[in-house]
Every structure is written in C-alpha cells, then in structure tokens.
C-alpha cells in the first residue's frame, strides 16, 4: 500500500537553525498521526513543509506516491486547519467554506451547496450568513475545519487546533475529530504538544524533539517502551533512575544497588531505568514483609499529596527522589513523612532507556 | 489605558486643572475656525470686524477667475498626484511588510524622510533638481514638475498608512488562501487586498488632501499658469487680506471638513459592513 | 459531528505533475525569487524616491559648496565652504538663534499643554476616547494655511481678540506680526502632533501599573514621576520631534502672522532663493536644517523609539 505521506531524509534550516533534522516519516492512509513535542522542536515545520507552505532544504516528500517536496501549496491535495483557524475576516462562513472550492475552479453555485453540506457536517446550520468575527472559539475552529475537508483533500494537517479552546471544549472536541476522522478515512496529521491527547486521540504518534525524529509508534509502545530518557520523560511522568548495565539480568545503580532489569546491552553501558509512578508500589520497611530486593530500593518519605483518588509519595532515595503513585485503596497501608519505606515495581515494568 | 478603579483617578484641584485644559485646548482648535467662518459672512470689508451678513465675498469666489483656475490646477494636481502615490505606496508597503530584499533597510529609511523632513528643505531640493533638470533636458515647470514633486512625498505617507495597516493583519491569511488552492494573485486579489483596502482608501485621502494643502514646495516648482489655490490664497495673504480670502478659506476648511469625514467613513466600513452582512445575508466576499 | 461529504462535481484535488525532490539548491532559488518578488515590488517607489528625493538631495550638498556669481547664478565650479563660513555672520547667527529658541519654546509649549490632555482622553471611555481623537483629528486634517488665516483675522487690529481686551478694559492688543503670534501660529499647528503620540503611547499604558505603584505607597506625583512619565517617555520625545522640525522650517506661519522683524529661518531660506538669489547659501541654509533634523530622529530611533 502507498503511504498517504511519507518523507525522506527531510531537513529544514533557517539559517543556524536546524528546525527539522533529517527525518524520515511514513503516515499510512486513515490514519490519525501526532506530531508531539516540546515548543520549537519542529513539528510546525514539519507541517509546513508537507503543506507546501515551507520548502525543505533537503529531502523526499511523497503524497500518496507522489513527489511533491518543490510543489507550491495550491499544487498538492492537502489541506490546513491552521493554530489559530486564520478565517477570512472579511467573508462569511458560506464563502470561508466555499473558498477552496472557487480557487479550484469550480462555479459559485456549486461550491456554495458543498460548503453548505460541510457546514452542516460540523454541525454548523444556520451559521453560513456569520462573519468570523461572531463566532465563538470552538465554532471557528468548526468553520476551520469544514474549509478544508470540503476539498476532500488526501491528507489534512492540523496545526494544534484545539489549542485555544478550554479544557471542556478541547476534550468534546476531541471527541468529534477523532470521530469525524473515523468516518470520513482520510489521515489527519494531528500537531500537539499535549501528550494526554496525543496518547488520547492518535492511531500513531511521533515524538520530535530538537529537529529530530525520536520515536515513532502506537501509543502504547511509546508510554511503556519508550526509546530514550527524553520520549520517557516527556510522555506522561516517570522516575528515571540512572546506572550501567552490569550483565543481561542486572543493572548496576548509581547507589551501587543492584536491581533485575533484562537487556541485551553490552556490560557498562549507562542507561537509565524507566518507572512510572503508578508502577511502583511502596512498603514500610519495618514490616519485613519486604518486596524482592532484586526489583526495590529504599528511602524515605518527604511529602505525601493527596489527591483524591490517588495518593503521591515523594520519597527520598540516597541520590535521588522519585514519586510513587498508588490508588486510594482504605485498606492499604498510610505513610507518614519521615517513615523509612521500600519502593518496589514489578521488574517488567521498568523500561531501560539510553542515558541521553 | 486600560480601565482604572478609582484610585489613580486624579482627585481636587488635579483633576479639576485637567478638565479645563481639555476644553481650553479643545476651544483654541475650534475658535479660530468658527470665527473664520463667521467672519466670512461679515459685511466688513475690514476682516474681523462685524458688519452685517452678506453672502458677496462667496459671489466673489464663484466669480473670481483665478480662483477658479487656481482650484481646477490644485484639484488636477491632487487627483494625479494621489493616483500615482497609492500605487507605488502600496506596493512599497506589501514590499516593506511581507518580504525580505536586499536594500531593504535603506528603502525603509528613505521612504520615511519625505515626512520628517520640513517642507522648505524639500522645496529647496526640487527647485535645484528641477533646476538643473530644466537644464539638461529643457522642459518648462508647471503640472509635471508640482505633481512629480507633491508624489514624492506621498508615497511614504500612503505606503505608512497601509503597511499599519498589513502590520496589522495576519499574514497566515495570505497562507490560508495558498493552502486552499489560491495562486499568488488570487491570494492578493480576494485576500490581502480587500483587507487592506480601508488602508489604501485612507491613505489616499491623506495623500489627496496634503496635496491640496500644499503650499511652500509648489511654490518653489510651479511654473507659469499653474497656480494652485493654496499658492494664490497665500500670496493673496502677503499682499495684505480681504473678505475674500475669508470666502475662499472656509471652502478650503469644507473640502478638508469632507474628507476628514470620508477617511473616518473608510475607516468604519469594515465594521459597518459586518452588521449589514449578518442581516442581508451572502456578500461578493466570495470571489 | 459525523457523516460524510455529499459527492461534489468536483474531482478531488490531484498531484497533476510530479515535482523533484527539494535540494539546498531548489531552496535557495525560491528564497532567491521571494526576494527578487519583494525588490521589484519595492523597485517603483524606489526608484522613484531616489530620483525624486536623494538625488535632489545630493544636489542641495553640491549647490551649497558651490558659488554665486555676479548675476546670481551659480557656478558648478570652484568649490568652496564659503556659504557655511556665512553661519557665524551676526545676522545670520541672530536668525539661527531666534528660530532654534522659537521652535524650543513651542515644542515646550505643545508638551505642556498636550500631556495633560492626551491623558485625560487616555482615561476616558472608550466611546468618548474615540470622539475626542476624531475632534482633534480634523484640525490635524485641515488645511494648514486656513488654519493659519485664522489667526491673522483673530489678532488683526481691530480683530476679535483686540475687541474683547478692550471691552474687559485692558486695551487693545497688538499681537499680530511679534513673535508672540507665530509662536501661537505654530502652537495651533503643530499641537496634533504632540498630542497624536504622546495620546498612542499613553493609552498603551497598563492602568494597573499606576495602581500598584499606589499599591506600594507612591502618592499621586510620584506615581507620576515615576511610573506614568517614564513609561509615556517614546510619546514624549516622538512628540517634541514631530513639533520641533517642522517650527524650526516655518516658513508658512512667521509669513502670516510674523512681521519684518521676525525673519526665522525657514523664511531666510526662502529669501535666498526667491528673492536674494544666493542659492549657494540657501542651500547651506537648507542642509544645516536637514542635518538637526537627521540627527534628531537617527538620535530618537537609536535611543529605541519605534516609529515617528
Ligand atoms: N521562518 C523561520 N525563520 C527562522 N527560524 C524559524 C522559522 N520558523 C521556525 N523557526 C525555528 O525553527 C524551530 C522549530 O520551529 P517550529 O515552529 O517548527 O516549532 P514547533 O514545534 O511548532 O513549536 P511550538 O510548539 O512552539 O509551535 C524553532 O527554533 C524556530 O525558532
Ligand atoms: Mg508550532
């Protein structure tokens, strides 16, 4: 199968800024594909470039087999739904919509009764007369939308869309792309710095990080194995303990602490070991009913914040604090500060990262 | 300012002291006008001085050859004048606001001295260029040399107004429109321009009315049978004044009166038109 | 939000040619024919600005090394800075002075008056903030020599002005033709320009600014000297350059409302050309003028001011 994009050895430079460094990126048809990472590692850029509205400096950019890596944008089949909508301030709603459909030639008549039909996809009627300027946030991100899916284009990017929404209209939103993506089979390339709702919404996700392409993969793949400290580190939280391999079963802490962690890294290589908190369970040490000490360490409690359904314990190791995170279970035991504990995980659980 | 709880609010004899200079410097603009105007109807011939109401120094004006000429020249010159000045002014400001050239930063500096510099300078720059233009290529001043001089400085005063104007507008607008299929030109032709219309159309009014006003560099270039009004009025002024100047003035004062107006118009379109669309329905904003 | 687009009779959009990949070479094409598009946008009013405006600029550098000869032409030739030496002549020093000191005191005038008022229409609503500009847009739009006429009528001997200090009882006045009256002359048409700036700046101003500096135990004046004064400091000094240029170049108002004992510069430049035939020393004259006013604005722009 053709992928709907796929991009080859892409690199972008502004100057000295290197904004996209060589990445090589295949998005298949129907699917939903997040760009995350931290502000300025390029995913805008990368956008960009498939849009036709930046050129890369080097590399292959294919849609659905096609090169279109030197097109202008109104030569490719794709479409934007841009961070902050950039409706046409001076047209209505009908005409926003209908725009694509003029530029491509087609009559008024025709373009006006498809941009009628996409407005009422995003449940829009009777808005068509209105200008930009009297629609609330969530419904010019809706006019957005529908402006660029009346074009039915192959693949349609979207720039952190929901973005300037708040938090109850982002997570509706949410919702509805992701069905409306569902029902409609075109790919969305979906930028986000918000790891939730890329874990949320993507079939897959790729993580960027200074230009560079990470890791791509389900969500899944990229919460529980994730490729290095940062992916780690960046996607949900985590506690990152630092040591060296000592042989396939064993890593070496710094504490000098060994714990079980299988690998087939070379002896000595520094890694560090990935635990999310709700992973590690915590255990006074006093009770002697230790957990294994092959997948343990021991410290003592800083802090503990109660959360509700949850509780988090700041606890304190010789070198380090991590957080643990466990169900607000009655029947559990409590913690005080100051109580000399046991953290423990379940060693399939902790993911061994590169140190970088 | 952003609104203010009453604390900075100045209070006594502060806030009393900046009442009455609002209105002290409000009276002093408009008192000289309206007594200009009164005056203007005053059957005097002494200006200034009261002496019955007479409509004779505006029957003078419809009459008066000259006058007459001299505002067909000025009306000429303006409209010639501001036609060139907006086209190159706009394309000067897209220019300045949306890409990037070599000699861009010197373009920039130059386009904004013909504003700050004072007028007598630069009429002494166009009467030695014009001068020594005369010289080499031998034509007489008049039309061209006024209307190729009053250009000179409305380009930077057209090309201010409408890159206020772009700077003020998203430029992700003119992406948009690429994204959906628009070429260049139809992104300038349905997009870009109609946004920055009511920045052409101001600056235009701008240019059009400095034109109008001008009166010391047309002086140093004007030619033979072509005196503008403002030139005949101010010469008329040094030869010692009459009514009629009055009459003439407050025609002046209504031209500048009407295009104030239709500037603020232009800039009020905008907003006007959203309210008529919402209740009419679909406009020609669709290309 | 779900369902499909109805089938339109429009195909799809479609790759209609495959395009090359993207090259270091491609890209600085494109960057290369953005800029030649955005240099041959600016390419007409370029050209036309410096044919029309630095070349005859140039001139006047030229023409004010130059000299005069007997039949007041000027000779291309025998260049010399005799025209400059003239700038420490009495006369001439006497009328550099007066119209420095003239423009100060208008500048300073302007700023006094305006300040107060750009705040006070600062902190208005905003309908009537929007009103006030519009009144004093339209004597900022109104012709220059009209307004300019007014005065003449106002001051004239038996004037308005002069009847009504005569009713009061102090006499009558005699303004019209002393440098009282241009100063008032420039006064009225140059204040907008003070007020413009000083009234976009000071709007700009977060009032909360003022209430924490109250907050913190300034009193009224010091709230003022401290916070509302530096922070409005761009207007100020944008103001006072908009004002001092164009009362330093007058030549309109000291005509109308100056008399033969007023000659300010604006007016002795003229003279050089119209009337004395010196256009060496005119355009000295002239130079000097420009040079005050480049470095006032270079000085501004440096100093960190963002438009004039
Ligand atoms: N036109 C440009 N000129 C110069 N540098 C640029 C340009 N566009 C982007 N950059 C730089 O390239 C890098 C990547 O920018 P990009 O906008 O792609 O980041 P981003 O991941 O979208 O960030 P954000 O989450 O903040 O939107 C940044 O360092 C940015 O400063
Ligand atoms: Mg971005």
Same mark, same amino acid.
Request: hydrophobic residues 50%; proline residues 5%.
């Given at each position: ?20 460094? !060589? ?34 400096? %080097? ?20 479409? %934007? ?37 996409? /407005? ?45 929404? !708040? ?37 897959? /996700? ?43 079963? %064993? ?19 520094? /890694? ?45 190791? !010789? ?38 | ?5 009453? @604390? ?54 419809? #009459? ?9 020249? #000025? ?9 060139? #000045? ?10 300045? &606001? ?36 005369? &010289? ?21 005063? @057209? #090309? ?13 607008? &003119? &992406? ?14 349905? @997009? ?48 010692? @004044? ?46 | ?180 009256? $241009? ?43 401290? $916070? ?81």
């Amino acid at each position: 199968m053709t992928a709907a994009v796929e991009i080859t050895g892409v690199s972008k430079r502004f100057g000295d800024v290197v904004a996209v460094d !060589d990445i090589d990126l295949r998005i298949d048809d129907g699917e939903f594909f997040a760009l995350l990472g931290p502000s300025g590692c390029g995913k805008t850029t990368t956008l960009r470039m498939i849009a036709g509205l930046d050129f890369p400096t %080097t590399g292959s950019l294919k849609i659905f087999g096609h090169e279109v890596g030197t097109l202008p944008p109104n030569k490719r089949p794709v479409n %934007t739904v841009f961070q902050n909508y950039a409706l046409f301030p001076h047209m209505n709603v009908l005409d926003n919509v209908a725009f694509g459909l003029r530029m491509q030639g087609t009559d008024k008549a025709t373009a006006r009764s498809a941009a009628t039909a996409a /407005i009422g996809l995003v449940r829009l009627d009777g808005m068509e007369r209105r200008r930009p300027a009297q629609l609330s946030g969530g419904q010019q991100q809706r006019v957005a939308l529908a402006r660029a899916l009346v074009n039915e284009p192959k693949v349609l990017l979207l720039d952190e869309p929901l973005g300037a929404l !708040d938090l109850k209209l982002r997570q509706e939103m949410q919702g509805e792309l992701k069905s409306l993506q569902r029902e409609l089979g075109v790919s969305f390339v979906f930028v986000t710095h918000d790891q939730e709702e890329a874990l949320t919404m993507s079939d897959r /996700i790729a993580v960027m990080d200074e230009g560079r392409l990470l890791q791509i993969g389900t969500p899944e793949e990229i919460y529980e194995r994730p490729v290095n400290r940062f992916v780690a580190d960046f996607i949900g939280q985590t506690n990152l303990l630092e040591g060296t391999v000592e042989d396939g079963a %064993t890593v070496c802490l710094v504490n000098g602490a060994r714990v079980a962690a299988r690998s087939d890294l070379t002896a000595g290589t520094r /890694i560090a070991l990935s635990i999310r908190p709700e992973r590690a369970t915590i255990h006074h040490r006093d009770h002697g009913t230790g957990p294994d000490a092959g997948s343990a360490v021991d410290g003592e409690v800083v802090a503990v914040t109660y959360l509700g359904n949850a509780l988090v314990h700041r606890v304190k190791l !010789d070198w380090m604090e991590i957080e643990v995170r466990e169900a607000n279970d009655p029947d559990r035991p409590r913690f005080a500060v100051g109580d000399p504990v046991t953290v423990a995980w379940d060693p399939s659980a902790a993911a061994l990262v590169a140190d970088r | 300012m952003t609104a203010v709880g009453g @604390v900075t609010q100045p209070r006594g004899a502060t806030r009393w002291l900046l009442r009455a200079n609002t209105w002290l410097v409000y009276g002093f603009f408009y008192a000289p006008i309206v007594l200009l105007v009164v005056f203007s109807f005053s059957g005097n011939r002494n200006v200034g001085v009261w002496g019955g109401f007479t409509l004779d120094w505006y029957r003078d004006f419809a #009459s008066d050859g000259n006058v007459q000429g001299a505002l067909r020249n #000025s009306i000429q010159i303006a409209v010639a004048s501001t036609v060139v #000045s907006v086209v190159l002014g706009t394309a000067a400001a897209l220019a300045l &606001e949306r890409f990037t050239f070599r000699g861009r930063q010197v373009f920039d500096a130059l386009l904004y001295l013909p504003i700050i510099i004072p007028d007598v300078t630069m009429a002494v720059m166009m009467l030695l260029f014009f001068a020594q233009a005369a &010289e080499l290529l031998g034509f007489s001043k008049g039309f061209g040399t006024i209307t190729l001089s009053h250009i000179a400085f409305n380009i930077s005063f @057209v #090309s201010v107004v409408v890159r206020a104007r772009l700077a003020g507008m998203d430029d992700r607008l &003119e &992406e948009a429109a690429r994204d959906l299929y628009a070429t260049r030109w139809q992104a300038f032709r349905h @997009v870009t321009l109609p946004l920055i219309m009511p920045g052409v159309a101001g600056g235009a009014l701008l240019a059009f009315t400095l034109s109008l006003d001008d009166v010391v560099i047309t002086q140093f270039v004007t030619g033979p049978g072509w005196t503008t009004l403002p030139v005949y009025v101010f010469g008329l002024i040094r030869k010692g @004044v009459t009514p009629l100047i009055n009459a003439v003035s407050v025609v002046m004062l209504l031209a500048s009166m009407a295009l104030v107006a239709l500037s603020l118009a232009t800039q009020r379109v905008r907003g006007g038109q959203d309210a008529i669309d919402a209740r009419v329905g679909p406009d020609q904003g669709l290309p | 939000m779900t369902g499909t687009l109805p089938p339109v009779d429009v195909a799809p959009p479609e790759v209609e040619e495959d395009a090359a990949p993207a090259t270091p070479e491609f890209e600085a094409a494109s960057l290369r024919q953005e800029r030649r598009r955005g240099l041959l946008m600016a390419l007409p009013a370029y050209g036309y600005l410096v044919l029309f405006f630095a070349l005859p600029l140039l001139i006047v550098v030229v023409y004010s090394f130059a000299t005069r000869n007997r039949f007041g032409g000027t000779d291309l030739s025998g260049w010399n800075i005799d025209s400059y030496r003239r700038l420490g002549e009495p006369l001439v020093r006497d009328i550099l002075f007066r119209s420095v000191a003239l423009a100060v005191i208008t500048t300073v005038i302007c700023l006094v008056v305006a300040y107060p008022f750009a705040y006070y229409m600062a902190t208005r609503s905003e309908a009537v903030r929007n009103l006030m500009l519009v009144f004093v847009m339209i004597p900022f739009w109104t012709n220059f020599l009209v307004r300019n006429f007014a005065w003449r009528v106002i001051l004239g001997t038996d004037g308005p002005l002069s009847q009504v200090t005569e009713a009061v009882g102090i006499g009558e006045t005699r303004l019209l033709f002393t440098q009282t009256a $241009v100063v008032l002359g420039l006064v009225y048409g140059f204040l907008p320009f003070m007020v413009l700036p000083l009234y976009a700046d000071i709007e700009r101003i977060d009032g909360r600014l003022l209430e924490a500096s109250r907050d913190l135990y300034a009193t009224g004046a010091q709230s003022f000297r401290h $916070v509302l004064l530096p922070l409005s400091m761009p207007g100020v000094i944008a103001g006072s350059i908009l004002v001092f240029i164009p009362s330093l170049g007058a030549y309109v108002t000291p005509e109308i409302l100056g008399g033969a004992k007023t000659t300010l510069l604006g007016g002795y430049i003229v003279t050089q050309f119209l009337t004395a035939r010196n256009w060496p020393f005119g355009a000295s004259l002239s130079f000097v003028l420009m040079a005050v006013m480049l470095t006032a604005t270079i000085v501004y722009f440096r100093k960190g001011g963002r438009t004039l």
